[in-house]
């Protein structure tokens, strides 16, 4: 396999790569607020990049990335004095040598760090090794020829194991000159304190239903429902684009159809979702029916808890059944403590090679269970 052909932890599948991304959308104050330490002089050493996955916090960090290789170093003013350029913009034109180079993963001046591709296994590696930070050494040895800027991406931080994490936090104690590191965490409690207080943090949040559409549009993904694609996706254009692609819209209308009677069960649709999830080529579908059946519950608590369903509906009639199912506190805190419980039976279930059909039967008449009750 040519090194064009392999994964990339850093992509998602049937996506553009970040890089390749060339807006991006809900994002402004964090934009702004990078751009305000930049214009103030006061760029910090090393950015984390936190919020939910899939928000655009990749997307940011190559923008950041090619802004800042592209942008002169300050010197102290012009020949006469005059004042540094402020910038108003991450943008860098397209056709700029560095934006190319980018696009072609050949800029010297930026490394990325990512989980690497085992070729033993053929398989990406769950971590990110203490080998892929040592291979910095070489990079600012070489980047340092040339005097100008120097930009280090590690996608995710969290996936660093504890040696690695050492030894990124040695370079951010100390970190060579002119470099910005920056750090992309979609879970910043799990990093080591000591990371975290090294760095200046830029939080993203989910996206608008808006945002979501137009994320969509430029990443050529085909989304008739946004404003559902969103609810769903919890305002996560990652998630979106994997819901998109495995037909998360029609999985979820297919369990809130399901449930729409009871406490009464239609057991042949029970049985036929549960079908769906067995076979070659359906693991993934039946990870997507998990975490949607969670979702599903998660949506009833939540409703009555609030007094109100969600303002957008993620499948027609939802609002209705969500209302209905959760009318008192005491129902309310019966589908909250059902709601754990089946996410833990689920994960046992997936640890120990529960029968796929089996274990969402289980789920199905566990929550028909719980309405009766």
Not at 118 to 134: A, G
Not at 152 to 176: Q, Y
Request: hydrophobic content about 40%.
């Amino acid at each position: 396999m040519s090194d064009d052909n392999l994964p990339e932890s850093d992509r998602i599948e049937g996506a553009p790569h970040p890089r390749e991304t060339a807006r991006i959308f809900g994002q402004d104050a964090a934009q702004a607020g990078f751009l305000e330490a930049f214009n103030a002089d006061r760029l910090h050493h090393g950015w984390l990049l936190t919020g939910p996955k899939g928000v655009g916090k990749a997307t940011l960090a190559w923008k950041i990335a090619q802004f800042l290789l592209a942008t002169p170093k300050d010197d102290g003013g012009g020949l006469f004095g005059d004042a540094p350029q402020i910038a108003d913009s991450l943008d860098i034109d397209p056709e700029h040598p560095v934006a190319r180079r980018i696009q072609a993963g050949s800029e010297p001046g930026l490394f990325s760090v990512k989980r690497p591709y085992d070729e033993k296994t053929k398989k990406l590696k769950s971590q990110i090794t203490v080998d892929e930070i040592r291979k910095l050494k070489n990079f600012f040895a070489l980047s340092a020829a040339d005097g100008g800027r120097r930009v280090v991406i590690v996608d995710s931080a969290d996936e660093m194991n504890v040696s690695a994490a050492n030894a990124l936090l040695k370079l951010l104690e100390e970190p060579p000159a002119d470099t910005t590191i920056l750090l992309i965490s979609h879970q910043p409690s799990r990093l080591l304190p000591t990371i975290r207080s090294r760095c200046r943090e830029l939080r993203l949040s989910a996206l608008s239903s808006e945002d979501m559409a137009a994320a969509l549009a430029q990443a050529e993904v085909e989304a008739e429902h946004s404003d559902a694609m969103a609810e769903l996706s919890a305002g996560s254009v990652g998630e979106a684009i994997r819901l998109s692609q495995s037909g998360g819209l029609r999985i979820y209308a297919d369990i809130v159809n399901l449930f729409s009677e009871l406490p009464q069960l239609n057991r042949p649709r029970a049985l036929a979702l549960a079908e769906s999830a067995v076979g070659r080529g359906a693991e993934e579908r039946y990870d997507l029916m998990l975490n949607l059946i969670d979702l599903f519950l998660i949506r009833i608590a939540r409703t009555g808890a609030t007094g109100q369903p969600p303002v957008v509906e993620a499948a027609p009639g939802e609002a209705q059944l969500l209302s209905r199912l959760s009318p008192t506190p005491h129902k309310t805190r019966a589908w909250a403590e059902v709601a754990a419980e089946i996410t833990s039976r689920s994960r046992h279930g997936k640890s120990v090679n529960l029968d796929p059909a089996a274990l969402v039967l289980d789920t199905v008449w566990k929550i028909q269970q719980t309405a009766q009750g």
